[in-house]
C-alpha cells in the first residue's frame, strides 16, 4: 500500500474477506483490523452496544403509559391492567436480590387480593392470565408487549382472559404468584430478557400451567428474542398458540410439553434418507 504526500498510509484498516457475511447477522464477525487492534470504527460501535446494553438494565418502565397503551388497543380484550411491585424495593436492590423479585410486595399482593375481592367476577377461574414485567430490560416490555399481544390474543378465541397485570422489579417466577392470585389456569410471563451486545430490546415468554409459588423453571416453557430484528411477532404468536392450546389439552407444562411447531421440517423428509444431509 503505497504513502501518500503526507506520508501516512492512505487505509490502515485492513477488511476481513467475510464481512459480506455481516448482512446476514448482527454478531460481531470479520470486523477487520488496523495493525494488531481493531478498527477504530468497529471499538466504538461495541463501546455503544455495551452503554445501550447498560441503559436498558436501569432505564425505568414507563408503566403509566403501557398501561395506557395495553387499555387503548383495540385487539387487547382487557379493560382492568393492575399495576403491582416485587419485594425489591428499588433497581439496586433488584439486581443484587433476585429472590427477592420473585415474590409480591405484601402491599401489593394485599391491594390485589382486595382489588380481586371486590370484582364481581372473583370466583371465576380463567383461561389465561397474562403478566407483564419489566425483567433486565423495561425497553424490550416497552417496544414489544403490546405489539405481540395484538397478534398472539385475536388468535385465542376460546381462551378467557384474566386482567392483565403489569410488574416492576420482577423476575420471571412472579408470574406464579399472580397467576395463582388471578385463579388463571395458564399463564405467560412477558419479560424484558437480559441484554446482549445486539439485542438491547429482546422479549422473553414463560408459559406455566397451573402456575403457584413454588415452581421450578422445570415447569416452563420458553419462548425466546421476541423482537422485530429476531422472533417475529408472528412465529413467535404461532408458537405461543401451539404450547398454549396443547397446555390446556393436556394439562401440564414445562419439560413434559414439547414445542413441535418445527416438526414438520424433520417429517416431510422420505423415511429412507438421513434427515441431516437430505
Excluded at 424490550?140 to 378465541?157: K, M, S
Aim: proline letters at 5%; charged letters at 25%.
Amino acid at each position: 500500500m503505497k504513502n501518500n504526500s503526507t506520508g501516512f498510509v492512505d487505509n490502515p484498516v485492513v477488511e476481513n474477506p467475510w464481512r459480506r457475511l455481516r448482512e446476514f447477522t448482527d454478531a460481531r464477525i470479520a470486523l477487520g483490523r488496523a495493525g494488531v487492534s481493531l478498527p477504530t470504527k468497529e471499538l466504538l460501535e461495541f463501546q455503544l452496544s455495551h452503554a445501550r446494553a447498560r441503559d436498558a438494565v436501569h432505564f425505568p418502565l414507563d408503566a403509566n403509559a403501557l398501561t395506557q397503551a395495553l387499555k387503548d388497543s383495540e385487539r387487547i380484550p382487557t379493560d382492568a391492567v393492575y399495576q403491582v411491585s416485587s419485594r425489591a424495593e428499588n433497581r439496586t436492590v433488584y439486581l443484587q436480590r433476585p429472590d427477592l423479585g420473585r415474590r409480591l410486595s405484601e402491599s401489593c399482593r394485599e391491594k390485589l387480593q382486595h382489588d380481586l375481592g371486590s370484582d364481581q367476577n372473583v370466583s371465576r377461574e380463567y383461561d389465561l392470565g397474562v403478566v407483564v414485567v419489566d425483567g433486565l430490560s423495561s425497553l424490550a416490555v416497552q417496544q414489544n408487549v403490546v405489539p405481540f399481544l395484538e397478534t398472539l390474543l385475536p388468535q385465542l378465541p376460546g381462551f378467557s382472559l384474566a386482567p392483565i397485570t403489569l410488574v416492576q422489579q420482577g423476575r420471571v417466577a412472579i408470574g406464579d404468584e399472580v397467576g395463582e392470585l388471578l385463579n388463571a389456569r395458564c399463564v405467560i410471563v412477558l419479560i424484558g430478557e437480559r441484554p446482549g451486545l445486539s439485542s438491547p430490546d429482546s422479549l422473553g415468554l414463560y408459559l406455566t400451567y397451573q402456575p403457584h409459588v413454588g415452581l421450578t423453571d422445570a415447569a416452563r416453557n420458553c419462548i425466546s428474542n421476541i423482537r422485530p430484528a429476531g422472533l417475529s411477532y408472528i412465529e413467535a404468536a404461532r408458537r405461543a398458540k401451539y404450547l398454549l392450546e396443547e397446555s390446556r389439552h393436556l394439562k401440564l407444562s414445562g419439560v413434559n410439553l414439547k414445542d413441535r411447531t418445527q416438526d414438520d421440517v424433520v417429517e416431510t423428509v422420505s423415511a429412507n434418507k438421513n434427515f441431516l444431509i437430505s
